[in-house]
């Protein structure tokens, strides 16, 4: 069977690569500690999967519309409206099963073969694989550790060309946990809007912050025409097998994202978003006190990369990735993650799985017990020692 050329264009996600050898691993007697995959270990809110039950209880089993049920898509409108302070209407908010499908929605409906979008590197890589999927080029502006991997707002206004129908921003990033000061998003959405180029602001880890306030991009004058907000219930709810996203954007999108959705999956599972009404309008001390879990993994995790020779690593404000630098070990990220899971049984990702420059890097998740973020720390400390020789 010869498949479309577009199919090579396609790339993956590494943790789920890295996670089939540590499972691998495991079959064979070894002991892993999975600090690969990017999601939450709590277990989604009682009083959340109670409402699904009862979804499924009182018949939301059928069809929905595309776009979502309109009972959720209102109380996410008002729920972006007060956390983002902005007006927000519910004809500008499309459902879908999982927050992947804005991205690959919105980047299918504005690029093209010839069109340029702009994404940070490192980065999430669905953002490269799906921009170079739809025959657009890609555009990488970088994010470096002397900025708290910020980007250069100069650099990124040197990027831009007439050819240019996207800008994707996403803070709290991932794989840092770095976050974009307000200054530079301000001047991001200068560019924005003296350009006239849409901005995709992936914004999945928004509750996920340790310290000050989260800035949405979305709230500048004269952003409301060109500001996508990408979000959704997997991290801040722990809800990432119930695959429940939205986004946010001006209604003219919304229109031609919808209609993806009607072609691609018809519709996001009923009883789902019945679950999710439950997440937004329910108690939040679910959030909170992983919030708090996730604080003290982070001070241990960190504070401990840092007191490993070879290896330094910057305090993320947000999301649960430590991103630590490992150039001082002699060996490529590749080399060092290879070595953590083969001999150290620790999974984890190599920085450059997210782009070139994340090349010197090793993403690790911390959404683990803290005993095994211990066990990993000593595991981590041994391979460290064997590269530095």
Known sequence: MQVAERMSRLGTETAFEVLVKARALEAQGRDVVHLEIGEPDFDTPPHVIAAGKQALDEGYTHYGPSA???????????????????????????????????????????AQAGDEVIYPDPGFPIYESVIRFVGATPVPVPLREARGFSLDVDELKSL??????????????????????????????????????PVLT????????????FHSI????????????????????????????????????????????????????????????AALQGPQDAVGEMMSEFRRRRDLFVAGLNDIDGVRCAVPGGAFYAFPNITGLGHTSKEVADLLLQE????????DDFGPSGAGYVRFSYANSLDNLRKALGRIADCAAKLRG
């Not at 150290?344 to 920085?351: C, F, K, Q, S, T």
Request: charged share 15%; aromatic share 6%.
């Open 218 to 277: 979305s709230t500048y004058d004269g952003m409301a025409d060109l500001a996508i907000i990408l979000d959704g219930f997997s991290k801040t709810y722990a809800m990432t097998g119930w695959r429940l996203g939205y986004g946010v954007m001006p209604e003219p999108l919304a229109d031609h994202v919808t209609r993806l959705m009607t072609n691609c999956n018809s519709c996001t599972a009923s009883f789902t978003q019945r679950a999710g009404l």
């Open 202 to 213: 992936d914004e999945i880890y928004s509750q996920m912050l340790y310290e000050g306030t």
């Open 344 to 351: 150290g049984g620790v999974a984890a990702l190599a920085g």
């Open 68 to 110: 979502g049920l309109p009972e959720l898509r209102e109380a996410i409108a008002a729920d972006v409206a007060r956390s983002r302070g902005i007006d927000v209407r519910m004809s500008q908010v499309v459902v879908t099963p999982g927050a992947k499908p804005i991205m690959f929605f919105v980047i299918m409906a504005l």
């Open 160 to 197: 831009v060309s007439p050819r240019t129908r996207l800008i994707i921003i996403n803070s709290p990033h991932n794989p840092t946990g770095g976050m974009l000061p307000e200054a530079d998003l301000r001047a991001i959405a200068d560019v924005a809007m003296q350009h006239g180029i």
